[in-house]
């Protein structure tokens, strides 16, 4: 089957690797239908976080149609259409069993270098039936290719943010999480969502979705803030963006008693804490990996129902060939790149 390849630093092909099959009673294996390019599959591109060798299939993002499933699957058959997570999660474990597959102490993360990933012609999915959920018909893959990673993420941040109606939200990252979390952000009826960023495509579209953008190039971000707060800073502040620098002017936006809820991907082992300060402001601080298994039918529900609509996210959609292409538009912010669909 044709994927793309990690072959080193800023270099992915495109060409032959072994089908997709049945390995384990629990696989189900899909054939791709659509896979997306994600801000952290760029950081493999780009060398910020290693992939231990060359020739590994990229990509976690994916809607397909199951084709083959193991002996021990009898929820899904061959023929529906699917969505998953990320990463794969038994649903059995401790951690599975208290809602946080992201912490299953089986987890197998797609196109990582643990699992052969999704920017494939196939896919095989362990543990198919916990990491699986059924797209609902009349859903195109373009309106359910965010629900395995980057919505929830955003959703996730909302929520672990703490953000109530009437508050002032602050969003640090107009990415693809970013807006996602600007768009849920604004299902709760905040007073006001502020956007922060540097790249003025992204700002157009956090503009599109309801929120106020802010060039961080053009304006002082504290000022707006304080304009919009009476002084005072944002009552949540999330940070989408996984860069030491964006996460410490979140300790500045936020107001005395507020949220930093933080779901960017860090590849730093550490980060100078402003603990006398966050002690001093009664600051709540979270950070952490979307359990995004949990939020996959919410969301598509919610897409079905037409509260939420992230096809605004998706500027491109390039053939599976194409992919070298797509990379380097997205990590270089090319022809205002955002979100990058590939079609096998």
Known sequence: MRAVTFEGRLKVEVKGVPDAAVQQPGDVVIKVTSSAICGSDIHFYNGRIPIPHTGWVMGHEYVGEVVEVGDE??????????????????????????????????????????????????LRVPYGQSTLVKVPDGLSDERAILVGDVLPTGYFAVERGEVRRGDVVVVVGSGPVGLCAQMCALLVEPKVVIAIDSVPERLELSRKIGAVPVDMNAEDPGGVIREHTEGRGADAVLEAVGDQEALRSCFQYVRPGGTISAVGVYSEAQFQFPMFLAYLRDLTFRIGACPAKNYLAKLLSMIERGKLDPTLILTHSLSLEEAPHGYDMFANHKESCVKVVLKP
């Open 73 to 122: 699957v009898t929820k899904l058959k061959p023929g529906e259409r699917v969505v998953g997570a990320s990463y794969a999660s038994c649903g059995e474990c401790f951690y599975c069993r208290r809602s946080w597959p992201s912490q299953c102490m089986k987890q197998e993360h797609f196109g990582s270098g643990m699992l052969p990933g999704a920017q494939a012609e196939y």
